[in-house]
Nanobody
């Protein structure tokens, strides 16, 4: 099983940027998809972005397209979510996840990190 550890959350003003990291360990990650999800207070967990590790193909939710960029560093087995032009509505706990197939449904991912809080003030 894959273990995932996120880092990089924090408090930022609207319009600012943050970069989240997700370090993967336990298995070779090349056959996985890494997804990023977020869960705003009192709401359901929602898809943000995903990357197919082997090819680098990326997918984004419409709400973050053009502002967020997902990437990976094969040598470090680490994925990243660069978040620019942040808005108060981006405030949430952000989770990275590993799965065997691309999906926007959280239940299809096998492993999850512990989450990191992102708060965007207006």
């Amino acid at each position: 099983q894959v273990q995932l550890v996120e880092s990089g959350g924090g408090l930022v003003q609207a319009g600012g940027s943050l970069r989240l990291s997700c370090a993967a360990s336990g298995r070779t990650f090349s056959s996985y998809i890494m997804g990023w999800f977020r869960q705003p207070p009192g709401k359901e967990r929602e898809f943000v972005a995903a990357i197919i590790w082997s090819s680098g193909s990326t997918y984004y939710a419409d709400s973050v397209k053009g502002r967020f960029t997902i990437s990976r560093d094969n040598a470090k087995n680490t994925g990243y979510l660069q978040m620019n032009s942040l808005k108060p509505e981006d405030t949430a706990t952000y989770y990275c996840a590993a799965g065997r197939m691309f999906a926007i449904v959280p239940g299809l991912y096998d492993s999850w990190g512990q989450g990191t809080q992102v708060t965007v003030s207006s």
